[in-house]
C-alpha cells in the first residue's frame, strides 16, 4: 500500500506508523481545492485503503 501510494504526483513522503494509523503521508498542493481531487481521485483509489484523515499545515 505504502509502494502504491509513493507513486500518486504530489506525495512528498510516506511513512509507515505505530498508533491508531498504518500510514501518514505529506503531500503538497497549490490549494485546498488541488488537495481534496487528489485525496479523494488519487490515493483514496489505493487498494488496502479504507479511510483518510487530512491535516493541513498552515504557517502562522
Given amino acids: 500500500m505504502a509502494a502504491a501510494i509513493r507513486d500518486v504526483a ?6 509507515a506508523v505505530t498508533g491508531p494509523y498504518d500510514v501518514v503521508v505529506l503531500t503538497e498542493a497549490h490549494n485546498v481545492d488541488e488537495l481534496g481531487k487528489m485525496i479523494v481521485s ?4 489505493v487498494p488496502g485503503i479504507t479511510r483518510t484523515l487530512t491535516c493541513s499545515v498552515v504557517h502562522l
Fill in 10 to 15: 504530489g506525495v512528498v513522503r510516506v511513512d
Fill in 42 to 45: 488519487k490515493v483514496q483509489l
